[in-house]
């Protein structure tokens, strides 16, 4: 029986130990919390602009779609992981190419 890793094309998940140590890092962050798509994608892409390659932009959501959808909107400009937080707040990680 397939796992719904072979069947969807989600990010990497981070630890928690290794997504403070990410957002401690952080150039920007933007709180996205309240947000529905498609305005965290169009902010990601605004955001990775500002930012030169190897730069980190994290994103906080509330939106479990925009964990999946802003990975995908920017796939060719950042490598994408997320955390999935216990307190239905997630970060989406994503390093400027």
């Given amino acids: 029986m397939p796992s719904i890793d072979d069947v969807t ?3 990497d998940e981070l630890s ?3 997504a403070d140590t990410l957002l401690e890092e952080a150039d920007l962050v ?3 919390r309240g947000e529905v798509c498609p305005y ?3 902010e990601a892409k605004k955001g ?3 930012l030169s390659a190897g730069e980190l932009l994290v994103q906080e959501t509330d939106h479990v779609p925009s964990t999946e959808n802003v990975p995908k ?3 060719n400009d ?3 992981s997320v ?3 216990s307190d239905a707040i997630d970060r989406i990680y994503l390093r400027k190419r």
Wanted: aromatic share 4%; glycine share 4%; proline share 8%.
């Fill in 9 to 11: 094309n989600t990010p």
């Fill in 16 to 18: 928690e130990k290794e």
């Fill in 30 to 32: 933007q709180d996205m």
């Fill in 40 to 42: 965290p994608q169009v």
């Fill in 48 to 50: 990775l602009q500002t």
């Fill in 73 to 75: 909107a920017v796939e």
């Fill in 78 to 80: 950042a490598e994408a």
């Fill in 83 to 85: 955390w999935r937080g």
